[in-house]
């Protein structure tokens, strides 16, 4: 029995000596080490940016080539996609039955026209004549009668050869602007019949006409950029083309259009740009770039210091050798950065490296990424 006591106050001790010394240990236990970031001081500045806007290039004047009267395709006299000028000949079409309609309308014009100059002498004849009596009064109004009949041959006539030389001048098809023509639709020798045949298409192609839609509620303010004065290296407008390279030409505000499609709540853009390398063609699809500018005091901070959970967005703002997760409001993000809205100052400096092992309140080192941030 007094051995059985014995042992139980010895494993008393022992219990009581360990508790002891884990005791002891726990309270050994530090803060963990510092954890090394980079960071960023905030400082308020004047921001640009860009709205961008799906576009397609248009051709401000653009028309299809059909021929006026029928016949067979007798020449071509330009090369597929080559710059023409106005009044440049394009097509000839066979002009024999025409040239000989025209002449037969000629002919006929001269016959009434001398015609009209017989009768009109005999009218001359028969007045002195009746002054005396010489000749029956129904003589002469019989002659008056024919002279107004040959007068109205002659207008006829005269419009008879004015239609014949309108189709004979229809027979040659010329350029209506300067402009680049396209890929004929008609070979050397085909037969075309008037208003039905196309025979190509003429566009111009500088300046050419960007049009892109913009929002309703955004008319404001593009109508303050269609009444600012356009100047020769204005940036406001430029052109992203399809492999993402910048368009060497900036291009200025034209219009706007008159109303506002109710469906989609849009309201058409229109932008002129020159085009004298011809790089633009019709029907290009491209987009279009309108800079803005925050006003000053705008706040800028590198992506990467973003952490996002959940939909809601906050970086690690760094006081005193610590770090406190802060949410924040985001704007326009512009290539590596982003603009905050909302949730920092500026002078605060933030973690925008090694970011990933931080947690609330933890101990960190700071080091510069340049100089912008001040190192602590």
Avoid: W
């Amino acid at each position: 029995m007094t051995d059985r006591i014995v042992l139980l106050y010895a494993a008393s001790a022992l219990l009581v000596l360990m508790i002891s010394c884990s005791g002891n240990r726990t309270n050994e236990v530090k803060d963990p080490p510092p954890t090394p970031v980079v960071a960023y001081t905030i400082e308020p500045g004047t921001v640009s940016f860009y709205d961008i806007y799906p576009a397609t290039v248009v051709a401000m004047n653009q028309v299809e080539l059909r021929p006026q009267v029928s016949g067979y395709i007798t020449a071509m006299k330009f090369h597929e996609g080559q710059h023409v000028r106005k009044g440049e000949t394009l097509y000839t079409i066979d002009q024999q039955r025409y040239q000989a309609e025209y002449d037969q309308a000629i002919a006929n014009r001269n016959v009434a026209r001398a015609n009209l100059e017989k009768i009109r002498q005999d009218v001359d004849r028969y007045t002195d004549l009746a002054k005396h009596d010489a000749v029956a009064r129904q003589t002469l109004e019989h002659a008056r009668a024919d002279l107004q009949s040959a007068k109205m041959q002659l207008v006829a006539a005269d419009a008879n050869v004015n239609n014949e030389q309108t189709n004979l001048r229809y027979a040659v098809i010329i350029a209506p602007f300067d402009g680049t023509i396209g890929i004929s639709q008609v070979k050397l020798g085909s037969a075309v019949d008037a208003g039905q045949t196309l025979l190509n298409t003429i566009s111009s192609d500088d300046p050419m006409a960007v049009d892109f839609f913009v929002d309703e509620k955004q008319i404001g303010r593009f109508t303050e950029l269609l009444g600012k004065k356009p100047e020769s290296r204005d940036s406001t407008f430029t052109l992203v083309l399809p492999d993402q390279s910048i368009y060497p030409f900036s291009g200025h505000l034209s219009f706007l259009d008159r109303a506002v499609d109710s469906q989609t709540g849009t309201l058409r853009a229109r932008l002129f740009v020159p085009n004298g390398q011809n790089i633009l063609k019709a029907g290009l699809t491209c987009n279009v770039r309108v800079m803005s500018r925050n006003e000053p005091g705008s706040l800028l901070i590198p992506y990467k210091a973003v952490v996002e959970q959940m939909g809601e967005y906050s970086v690690f703002v760094i006081r005193n050798g610590r770090v406190s997760q802060r949410r924040i409001s985001l704007g326009m993000t512009m290539n590596d950065k982003v603009l905050v809205n909302d949730g920092l100052k500026a002078g605060e400096q933030i973690a925008v490296e090694g970011i990933q092992r931080l947690r609330e309140d933890s101990p960190v080192t700071t080091s510069s990424p340049g100089a912008n941030a001040k190192p602590r």
